[in-house]
């Protein structure tokens, strides 16, 4: 008995689909994530950085404005990530900051750090003591 | 046998704690260990002594990447094998790039003289950026919040970790001020084989000439030759260093031919088991050559 022409050719088939079934999913399998490119940071209007404090006594509190947003660092903290406009052309920012020590405290340093993705850290020293207002404008513009 | 059924069931209730990350540089490797602790089990693909600018990973490393939740890469070109490797894992894998957000040092066309090697010269960065401490802080912060990422429960251990971390760097920062302070100012030139010190010379004040030529041979053109020979003479620069990895032919024929002596070898491209030594021993050496 000869098997039918529309057998001969579906039996093929089918194996053949069963066995890509499985690989299938290996073909369609998604490539890994990636992190955007530096060409796409260097075009985006808000920094991500990370703005760090070194003081040289403990102090009460920290607060560092930049445009209408604020960040309050506490006694125990070093360390505040932040978001800022920046663009090309301006290539700076301006921070308002206020701190205040003990009344105990001599006059002493605070070192402010700002290091945004992509550009070069800035630092800002501050000296005072009891309560100190100052701002500062960090540049990007100049050879670093 | 209550005790041993309670015990047993403790054991099995509790969720697995390693979070598994792959690293293909021994720096990054370092760094990982120093932020995930034991909470972090590291899957080193990059190991010290292999050389990271011809490396590349075999299938049996991207099958161990395979376990992987996140493989991290020091970045700026130097994996130059990414975009492969990126393929050849999973959707729910992240590739992270430590350098990416690490300020660049480019490589102008009319530099190209600095570059490395041939191949990192291509996209104008300079990939060394682990020579600058204050870079190697911000690595530290990168790939705490990477895992924090994978593994949030982890927050608070990373940041402690990252803390004490970053704490070490600022020391170690201070330190090579404290050395590099003791050359006198004119003297703070370094002359080396390959552009890998870039960083290094910028974060701590140096002029920098690195004599090696482009060519894949590594050879040197004889005008490029004459005008280093030319410009340690007349600097007086007393030492002109070599690399651990590189062939120090060229340097020697500067170094006979204007009177400077061959320094001991810096370790250019971070391919060890420890940043803090690597550093020391650059700074150390670099120090003891040039402070004649």
């Known amino acids: ?144 | 046998m209550k005790t041993l059924l309670f015990f047993l069931s403790t054991l099995i209730a509790l969720p697995a704690l390693a979070l598994d990350v792959a690293s293909l540089h021994p720096l990054i490797t370092e760094t990982i260990r120093d932020v995930g602790g034991e909470r972090v089990k590291v899957i080193e693909i990059g190991r010290a002594g292999m050389n990271v600018h011809q490396f590349e990973p075999r299938t049996g490393d991207v099958r161990k990447m395979a376990k992987a939740k996140i493989v991290i890469a020091s970045g700026k070109g130097l994996e130059s094998y990414l975009k492969d490797l990126k393929d050849s894992l999973r959707k729910d894998q992240t590739i992270v790039e430590v350098g990416r957000t690490i300020p660049s040092q480019k490589v102008s066309k009319k530099d190209q003289i600095y570059a490395c090697c041939p191949h990192h010269a291509v996209g104008g960065i300079d990939p060394h950026w682990w020579h600058n401490v204050r870079h190697m802080e911000r690595a530290v912060r990168i790939i705490q919040k990477e895992l924090t990422k994978a593994d949030p429960a982890g927050k608070a251990i990373y940041a402690a970790n990252a803390k004490a971390a970053r704490a070490r760097l600022v020391q170690l920062d201070r330190w090579v001020k404290g050395q590099v302070a003791t050359i006198p100012k004119k003297k703070r030139h370094l002359i080396t084989a390959h552009a890998a010190f870039g960083y290094f010379c910028k974060a701590y004040g140096f002029d920098a000439t690195f004599v090696q030529g482009l060519s894949a041979d590594g050879e040197i053109s004889a005008a490029q030759l004459a005008k280093s020979i030319e410009q340690i003479r007349s600097e007086a620069i007393p030492t002109v260093f070599p690399e651990s990895t590189a062939n120090p032919k060229t340097l020697r024929q500067i170094a006979k031919h204007s009177g400077a002596s061959v320094g001991k070898p810096l370790i250019a491209d971070g391919s060890v088991k420890s940043y803090q030594k690597m550093i020391q021993s650059n700074v150390t050496n670099i120090v003891a050559g040039l402070r004649k």
């Open chain 1, 1 to 144: 008995m000869t098997s039918s022409p529309v057998l001969a050719t579906l039996l093929p088939l089918v194996s053949l689909a069963l066995l890509g079934w499985p690989l299938a999913g290996v073909i369609r399998q998604e490539p890994a994530q990636q992190q955007a490119t530096e060409e796409s940071l260097e075009d985006s209007p808000i920094r991500s950085a990370d703005l760090i404090i070194r003081s040289a006594h403990p102090f009460t509190s920290v607060k560092v404005t930049i445009g209408e947003t604020s960040w309050t660092f506490d006694p125990e903290e070093d360390l505040k990530e932040i978001l800022f406009p920046y663009s090309a052309d301006q290539s700076s920012v301006t921070l308002h900051i206020e701190v205040q020590w003990p009344g105990s405290t001599p006059e002493t340093a605070l070192l402010l750090e700002l290091q945004p993705e992509g550009l070069e850290n800035r630092s800002h020293t501050i000296w005072g003591e009891i309560e100190i207002a100052e701002e500062v404008t960090f540049d990007w513009n100049s050879s670093e």
